[in-house]
């Protein structure tokens, strides 16, 4: 399965994105997606799991929770929109963590891509920064990987400077 990953879209998701996942089988979206709209041309595009962000609003937390428990290949994973990172789990992340114990965790929210191989909870924890125009960073990014038969690999980086 080739999945690609993205989070804090903040109503963004434009050509460049639509390249980049153009070969994935699914889109996953760590939240703040920033309109329904968003999340309708992502659907549309591709087959789409995501958790609602602290900046959606009530369509999008009617359409996706808080948090996404599921596996994939033999793969637990774990996703929400704030979750910290190894050593900085937000702590309602990281009973999350402990009750589940995912092979992966995916968070959104810091604007800084992260992917950190946790091997105190013998996780990876990736957090794809941010594909919007909005916020605090300068440079947009997504990731993509291939997860098959337990085994997450080819981790891709897509980073484009933001627009002002």
């Known amino acids: ?3 690609g990953l993205l989070s804090d879209t903040h109503g963004t998701f434009d050509a460049p994105l639509r390249s980049f996942f153009e070969e994935v089988d699914q889109i996953w979206h760590a939240g703040d ?3 329904i709209e968003t999340a309708d041309a992502i659907a549309a595009f591709k087959p789409l799991t995501g958790v609602y962000g602290n900046c959606d609003d009530y369509k999008i937390r009617q ?11 033999e793969v637990k994973v774990l996703m929400v929109h704030i979750g910290g990172y190894p050593g900085r789990y937000d702590y309602q992340a990281y009973a999350l963590i402990v009750a589940h114990q995912p ?3 995916i968070c959104g ?3 800084i891509l992260k ?3 946790d091997k105190t ?12 125009n909005y916020g605090i960073h300068s440079v947009r990014t ?3 990987f291939h997860i098959l038969a337990g085994k997450i690999s080819a981790l891709e980086v897509w980073e484009q400077t933001r627009h002002p």
């Open 142 to 144: 997504a990731v993509r």
């Open 1 to 3: 399965m080739f999945i």
């Open 33 to 35: 997606f920033g309109n």
């Open 103 to 105: 092979n992966l965790f």
């Open 63 to 73: 359409a996706y929770p808080l948090r996404q428990f599921f596996e994939v290949e």
């Open 121 to 132: 909870n013998r996780l990876l924890h990736i957090n794809p920064g941010a594909a919007g």
């Open 109 to 111: 929210h810091s604007h």
């Open 115 to 117: 992917v950190i191989n």
